[in-house]
């Protein structure tokens, strides 16, 4: 393996284990290492010494306890926001599939109330908050069928609600992503 | 302590441990340097040398802190760096722990200058 593809493995390693930065805060810290390293590269050269890209290396440590120093603080420095302790406690187990699972299920419910409140301008007739079951239920949503043994009870109140629970339920779920995001192995 | 006698680099890394936030700032006192500057700097003394590993993530540590700042900065052809340089709240954290340093040094002469049997007399005595 030649100097340059050792050095590209280990920043792409590097990259990897710092996933839970910041893309700019990542990409930073990779393009001072990455200059670092061919910086003395150069030096090396120009002083006609042996260009040993694995020792200079190993002066930066392994690619994920070298990523660990930049990124522990995430994980041990901020206090977690209100309400995300519980989150806290579990995310040095979460799993990927917890972290889809959640990321797929929050903002397709974030979409669909967006939806509705767009769908409301459209087609106001169907769309809209029913009373169902003797006042037991109620039904939301854009319907095909208008129920006609009910009134509907939001009228336009729809569409602020709507929309600030589905932009609040987006938002909402990137900060619990956030937390959750799987750390990379 | 024998082991430290026998081998004074492993007493270097302990005083290490605890100084060399105010040896980063001290070096970066009056002076704009990149982290290469800063390394060859620390490697020029016997017991300031420290790796890339333990350097780089220090010094972003005291970026977020607030210690110091970092600037990418290209000259002519060569490659951009990143220069780092005190802010003012480094400036002043590095004369609080210049003042603790020299406290602790004091306090260590004091105790070498004063070996027993005879009771530490107090201080400025």
Same mark, same amino acid.
């Given at each position: 393996?030649?100097d340059?593809?050792?050095?590209?493995?280990?920043?792409?390693?590097?990259m #990897?284990?710092?996933?839970?930065?910041d893309?700019?805060?990542?990409?930073?810290?990779?393009?001072?290492i990455?200059?670092h390293?061919?910086?003395?590269?150069?030096?090396?050269?120009?002083?006609?010494? /042996?260009i040993? $890209?694995?020792? /200079?290396?190993?002066?930066?440590?392994?690619?994920?306890?070298?990523a660990?120093?930049?990124?522990?603080?995430?994980?041990?420095?901020?206090?977690?926001?209100m309400?995300?302790?519980a989150?806290?406690?579990? #995310?040095?187990?979460?799993? #990927?599939g917890?972290?889809?699972?959640?990321?797929?299920?929050?903002?397709?419910?974030?979409?669909?109330?967006?939806?509705?409140?767009?769908?409301?301008?459209?087609?106001?007739? $169907?769309?809209?908050?029913?009373?169902?079951?003797?006042?037991?239920?109620?039904?939301?949503? $854009?319907?095909?069928r !208008?129920?006609?043994d009910?009134?509907?009870?939001?009228?336009?109140?729809i569409?602020?609600? $709507?929309?600030?629970?589905?932009?609040?339920?987006?938002?909402?779920?990137?900060? !619990?992503?956030?937390?959750?995001?799987?750390?990379?192995? | 302590?024998?082991?430290?006698i026998?081998?004074?680099?492993?007493?270097?890394?302990?005083?290490?441990?605890?100084?060399?936030?105010?040896v980063?700032?001290?070096?970066l006192?009056?002076?704009n340097?990149?982290?290469?500057e800063?390394?060859?700097q620390?490697?020029?003394l016997?017991?300031?040398?420290?790796?890339?590993?333990t350097?780089?993530?220090?010094?972003d540590?005291?970026?977020?802190?607030?210690?110091?700042?970092?600037?990418w900065?290209?000259?002519?052809?060569?490659r951009?760096?990143k220069?780092?340089?005190?802010?003012?709240n480094?400036?002043?954290?590095?004369?609080?722990?210049t003042?603790?340093?020299?406290?602790s040094?004091?306090?260590?002469?004091?105790?070498?200058?004063?070996?027993?049997?005879?009771?530490?007399?107090?201080?400025?005595?």
């Open positions: 393996m030649s340059r593809e050792m050095v590209r493995d280990y920043l792409n390693s590097l #990897k284990f710092l996933s839970r930065l893309k700019e805060d990542a990409d930073d810290v990779l393009r001072e990455e200059c390293i061919y910086d003395v590269m150069e030096i090396r050269q120009e002083n006609g010494q /042996i040993d $890209a694995g020792e /200079i290396l190993r002066g930066f440590g392994q690619p994920r306890e070298l660990s120093q930049y990124v522990d603080h995430i994980l041990e420095g901020a206090p977690p926001p309400g995300f302790r989150i806290q406690k579990i #995310k040095s187990g979460t799993t #990927k917890l972290y889809w699972t959640t990321a797929i299920f929050g903002y397709l419910f974030s979409a669909v109330l967006v939806a509705i409140g767009l769908l409301k301008t459209i087609n106001p007739d $169907a769309v809209g908050v029913w009373p169902s079951g003797n006042g037991e239920s109620v039904v939301i949503g $854009a319907m095909s !208008i129920p006609t009910t009134q509907e009870i939001l009228g336009w109140w569409i602020p609600i $709507a929309l600030g629970l589905g932009l609040g339920g987006a938002y909402l779920t990137k900060r !619990i992503l956030n937390v959750l995001k799987p750390k990379a192995r | 302590m024998a082991d430290n026998k081998d004074p680099s492993k007493w270097d890394v302990q005083l290490r441990k605890g100084t060399l936030e105010l980063i700032l001290s070096l006192k009056g002076r340097l990149y982290g290469l800063l390394l060859g620390l490697q020029e016997e017991t300031t040398a420290i790796s890339e590993g350097l780089y993530p220090l010094l540590r005291l970026k977020r802190d607030g210690s110091i700042d970092a600037k900065h290209q000259e002519g052809d060569t951009p760096r220069y780092y340089n005190l802010t003012k480094g400036q002043e954290k590095l004369t609080d722990l003042d603790r340093w020299r406290k040094v004091e306090d260590i002469e004091f105790l070498l200058e004063n070996p027993g049997p005879q009771k530490l007399p107090k201080k400025g005595k």
